[in-house]
């Protein structure tokens, strides 16, 4: 093993054991080489700064005027040198800013500058390498994003088991989860709490997160090693009256032994984003030695995977964080105008004609809602749909489709929800 990894592994044992003890084999062999970045960074006010691989001029660095014109806001040193592994150092302490205004009830001190990440997929794959190995358990709802299965079944060789968010009425429900860790005797568990929840469209309200809360928090003082991430994608895009901070600060907040909170967030799909593929990851610890150890194996993985991040994308994020004025207005026009698709999908989907061929689960925030739909098989609806009324939804499993409200025009979805209905009623008249 590398010193630099023993070190980092030393270090981490001594300011929290419960940390190291989650790590993987691949999180305990990680570490952030004192390489070509390191030495670079020592050098930076060097006045012949030859260790780095890019081409400059003696006062700016070498680019294209073509393409730096594509870029209207930004300087050529906001564009075209390589970003930190880490992220921007501003856009850094931007990105906590906001956390701190969104999550009243969360301290500074009490969890790590968040790490910037290409989007939150790489995010997932980064925790998988830090802290999953071969048969450590995966527990996921039963409505889950299929990545999840990517990420960590299919590169970590990890054993998924899930429970179920949703009674037969089609009502969230606590229950299966708190059921599960009641009955959890494994010594180690990584949990993927996704709200709003892809693919239903659900947030919990303020008792059910508590009661969620409250089991993790039991299952860890049993001595269950939790790592729990917290998958923050569609974070803000709230319709009803829900738990609107995010669950990793009411987890962190607990400052449970045997519990690391890891919240994934980012630009994607708060800002309009998503080809930028700006994200973040964030620890949910107060211990300094703690931080700096988990940033460095962070660091360590982002530089032996993708190097770093891209450079416009992390300062265009940055640029619009730091003019906000018009840039807030932007955003809340956009929630707004998702918020009246809700609307209007929340009124026809639950209407009583449709009974026949659905039951919606519940929803109330972000982009989707799925509908346990009646008599028919997904895939084929899907495939029929597309066929004969030019109408795309997602079959999930064996009796559940989803669909996407955030890309419908608010007048078209009744008509496309008739449509589903009519190309039910067609299926189901054949199989007869």
């Given at each position: 093993?590398?010193?630099?990894?023993?070190?980092?592994n030393e270090?981490?044992?001594?300011?929290?054991?419960?940390?190291?003890?989650?790590?993987?084999?691949?999180g305990k062999l990680i570490y952030y080489p004192k390489g070509i970045l390191s030495q670079?960074?020592?050098?930076?006010?060097?006045?012949?700064?030859?260790?780095?691989?890019?081409?400059?001029?003696?006062?700016?660095?070498?680019?294209?005027?073509?393409?730096?014109?594509v870029f209207h806001h930004l300087e050529p040193d906001e564009i075209f040198p390589y970003a930190p592994p880490q992220g921007l150092e501003s856009l850094r302490d931007l990105w906590q800013q906001?956390?701190?205004?969104?999550?009243?009830?969360?301290?500074?001190?009490?969890?790590?500058?968040?790490?910037?990440?290409?989007?939150?997929?790489?995010?997932?794959?980064?925790?998988?390498?830090?802290f999953a190995d071969s048969g450590d358990t995966l527990l996921l709802p039963t409505h889950n994003w299929g990545n999840y299965k990517l990420v960590y079944s299919t590169r970590h060789s990890v054993d998924i088991e899930t429970y179920n968010i949703f009674d037969e009425s089609g009502n969230f429900t606590t229950d299966g989860l708190v059921k599960h860790l009641e009955n959890y005797e494994k010594d180690k568990v990584i949990l993927i709490l996704n709200y709003p929840n892809n693919p239903t469209g659900y947030t919990p309200n303020k008792e059910e997160v508590k009661v969620m809360v409250e089991a993790i928090q039991s299952l860890a003082e049993r001595g269950t090693n939790v790592i729990a991430i917290v998958d923050d994608a569609y974070y803000g895009l709230f319709y009803e009256d829900v738990y609107t901070q995010s669950l990793f600060t009411a987890l962190t907040n607990?400052?449970?032994?045997?519990?690391?909170?890891?919240?994934?967030?980012?630009?994607?799909?708060?800002?309009?984003?998503?080809?930028?593929?700006?994200?973040?990851?964030?620890?949910?610890?107060?211990?300094?030695?703690?931080?700096?150890?988990?940033?460095?194996?962070?660091?360590?993985?982002?530089?032996?995977?993708?190097?770093?991040?891209?450079?416009?994308?992390q300062s265009a994020v940055k640029y619009v964080l730091e003019h906000p004025e018009t840039?807030?207005?932007?955003?809340?026009?956009?929630?707004?105008?998702?918020q009246a698709r809700y609307e209007v999908t929340k009124s026809v989907v639950y209407d009583e004609k449709y009974k026949k061929f659905w039951q919606p689960y519940d929803f109330n925030s972000g982009y989707f809602m799925a509908v346990k739909v009646q008599d028919v098989k997904p895939e084929e609806l899907r495939e029929h749909l597309i066929e004969h009324y030019s109408i795309g939804i997602i079959a999930l499993n064996a009796t559940d489709i989803r669909i996407a409200f955030s890309c419908i025009e608010k007048d078209d979805i009744p008509y496309v929800f008739d449509m589903i209905a009519k190309a039910i009623e067609d299926l189901q008249a054949k199989s007869e």
């Open positions: 093993m590398n010193p630099l990894a023993l070190d980092l270090k981490l044992s001594k300011s929290n054991p419960n940390v190291a003890d989650m790590l993987s084999d691949l670079s960074a020592e050098a930076k006010s060097t006045k012949y700064n030859a260790t780095i691989g890019m081409a400059t001029y003696s006062d700016r660095k070498m680019y294209a005027d073509t393409l730096n014109d906001k956390m701190l205004k969104e999550n009243p009830d969360l301290k500074k001190e009490d969890f790590s500058r968040p790490i910037a990440t290409n989007a939150l997929t790489h995010g997932l794959s980064i925790v998988g390498d830090m607990l400052q449970q032994e045997n519990l690391l909170p890891i919240r994934l967030d980012g630009a994607t799909k708060e800002f309009f984003a998503w080809g930028l593929r700006v994200g973040f990851i964030t620890f949910g610890v107060n211990d300094e030695t703690t931080k700096q150890v988990l940033e460095a194996k962070v660091k360590g993985l982002i530089r032996s995977n993708i190097s770093s991040g891209p450079m416009p994308s840039f807030e207005k932007e955003i809340q026009h956009n929630i707004d105008t998702l």
